[in-house]
């Protein structure tokens, strides 16, 4: 049985890039590999493919992206060979990815919104408004988190995290897009592709440590 961490429920995650084939897919299947019981999805905005689920995915592609800590066995391509080589590298598993379009339903079954850059956050919030809140850059997240009032694994929920760093827009001083990024990689070599990998297993990893001390057990439920 798995552990509730949101107080009442599963966590839902879903990253976003924009082919879900590179950057999304590869955020959804580390994030999945450290946090099993938090339900992890990704989609691209301009991505092709069949419908997908709440499970995890990637940049042109496919997987519990858009979906989670798991696979997707139907919808468009798989995740990019050379993107899969980099994601099991470094302990990820790509099987069952399929690249899924990014959808109005995803975006609102999703309690985390996760760009990998501000157009993708943008655009998650133009087709559904009401997620304004709970989405944000990846990147954006980990720094407004770390603004909280108190320490982020003070937090009793992941959701209680998630208002939190909500409610510091604006806080803190303003950086430029590219701090709060994750560069496409696509066609741009191997090396670049690798250290693209590695930016966000870094980032992922620290995403994974504010959002594991909020998940303690008995937490009560959150009421957001």
Known sequence: MSRD???????????????NMYRSPLA???LASRLPDVRVSSAGTR?????GGMRGSGEGGAGRSGGTGSSRDSGGPGM??????????????????????LTTELITAADLVLGLAREHRDEAVRMHPAALRRSFTL?????????TGGAPESARTPLELISRAAAQRG????????????ADPEGRGPEVLMRC????DTAVAALAALLAPAATDGAPPSSG
Do not use: M, N, Q, Y
């Open 5 to 19: 961490i949101t107080g009442s429920r599963e966590l839902r995650v879903l990253f976003v890039c924009t082919g």
């Open 28 to 30: 959804e299947r580390l």
């Open 47 to 51: 991505a092709w493919g069949g419908r």
């Open 80 to 101: 990019d060979a050379a993107a899969r080589t980099a994601l099991e590298s470094l302990g990820g598993d790509g099987t069952g990815f399929r690249s899924t379009p």
């Open 139 to 147: 990147k954006e997240f980990l720094r407004l988190a770390r603004h």
């Open 171 to 182: 806080t803190p001083r303003p950086v430029p897009a590219v701090d709060d990024e994750v």
């Open 197 to 200: 990998a590695r930016e966000i």
